[in-house]
């Protein structure tokens, strides 16, 4: 099993900047695609960002493209995202998540078997 923990959620004003951390336990990190996903009162969960296992490959929604940076350290057991130009359309509760590598990055939820708990991001305009 995967423990996944989120941190650097918070409050910031529109136009400010977060960077978002998931620490992965164990040792098998390195497997796994990467995503985070947001989900705001009201919607469904949506994929924000992906990176598959090697880092090279990416996906990121068009709502957050030229904005969020999704970056992996597998040394760390880490992944990133890096939130600039926030708006107040971006307050969610962010989620980490790991899925298996597949030949096609996975957008839909149901794509990945870990899950951190969350951690709110709250922008204010």
């Known amino acids: 099993q995967v423990q996944l923990v989120e941190s650097g959620g918070g409050l910031v004003q529109a136009g400010g900047s977060l960077r978002l951390s998931c620490a992965a336990s164990?040792?098998?990190?390195?497997?796994?695609?990467m995503g985070w996903f947001r989900q705001a009162p009201g919607k469904e969960r949506e994929l924000v960002a992906a990176?598959?296992?090697?880092?090279?490959?990416?996906y990121s929604a068009d709502s957050v493209k030229g904005r969020f940076t999704i970056s992996r350290d597998n040394a760390k057991n880490t992944v990133y995202l890096q939130m600039n130009s926030l708006k107040p359309e971006d307050t969610a509760v962010y989620f980490c998540?790991?899925?298996?590598?597949?030949?096609?990055?996975?957008?839909?939820?149901?794509?990945?078997?870990?899950w951190g708990q969350g951690t709110q991001v709250t922008v204010s305009s």
């Open positions: 164990g040792r098998t990190f390195s497997r796994y695609t």
């Open positions: 998540a790991a899925g298996e590598t597949t030949l096609v990055v996975v957008t839909t939820p149901r794509g990945y078997d870990y």
């Open positions: 990176i598959r296992r090697s880092g090279g490959s990416t």
